[in-house]
């Protein structure tokens, strides 16, 4: 992957990303989100961010080598503090970490958000957390999907502000939008779930040192629900 050929993951991060929009990618690692959305004429200007040195360096030598040093700034910073005011901001991705890193990024972040941009999240797992986040901080989940990249599944979720909406805990739990569609992908995605969550059950009943019931009463009731939702598309396939 480079920015020239992006990874299927990004490319599909790539397509929420709003024509013309002035994007903050945080966590950018060699930066060739913006770059490559830069070099196509997809956005107007971008915001590079990294905490660490060793990915702001690659970041920034990416952005040199494809000569866009006035059009992106790539700078040094914790999570959203990468953004200024003057940046005028209109779309905020954050890819390849946890759902709870994102969550925590955007919270201690809040200072740096005006309401207006649109958030394109792409959380590795902990998407549950991630959905009550913004579902409690005033963001409508516009779009989502889940796509499959090797042998891993990856869920986007993009969001805006907007007036106040509430998930019920099956929604924030499999995504209010991918409960209505069930792709093939999502569907693949939840099999997979099931199958390790109930070897995790089997392999508790054996062992000798039991977790907390709340634990276990959360796994069972998971792996109910997602036997449940699966069951429930087989029979209305039929």
Not at 22 to 36: E, F, K, N, Q, T
Request: aromatic share 6%; hydrophobic share 45%; proline share 4%.
């Amino acid at each position: 992957m480079n920015e020239n050929t992006l990874s299927i993951r990004l490319e599909r991060v790539a397509a929420h990303v709003p024509a013309g929009a002035r994007l903050a990618d945080i966590g950018s690692d060699h930066g060739y989100l913006p770059v490559a959305l830069m070099r196509r004429g997809l956005i107007s200007a971008a915001v590079a961010g990294e905490v660490a040195s060793t990915p702001f360096h690659a970041a920034t030598r990416t952005v040199r080598d494809n000569d866009l040093l006035q059009r992106i700034s790539v700078r040094l910073a914790d999570g959203l503090a990468a953004i200024r005011p003057e940046d005028h901001i209109t779309a905020i991705s954050l890819c390849g970490m946890g759902g709870e890193t994102i969550r925590d990024i955007l919270d201690n972040g809040k200072a740096h958000l005006s309401g207006a941009e649109r958030l394109i999240l792409q959380p590795n797992g902990g998407e549950q957390p991630l959905r009550l986040w913004l579902m409690q901080n005033g963001y409508r989940i516009l779009n989502e999907e889940v796509l499959q990249e090797g042998r891993f599944h990856y869920e986007i979720i993009v969001a805006e502000r907007a007036e106040s909406v509430t998930y019920s805990e099956l929604e924030l739990y499999f995504g209010p939008l991918q409960m209505r569609t069930r792709s093939p992908a999502f569907l693949a995605k939840w099999q997979h779930k099931l199958r390790h969550k109930r070897k995790t059950l089997a392999q508790l009943a054996h062992a000798q040192q039991a977790l907390p019931d709340a634990k276990v009463q959360e796994l069972t009731q998971q792996a109910r629900w997602i036997s449940e939702l699966l069951a429930f598309d087989i029979l209305h396939a039929v």
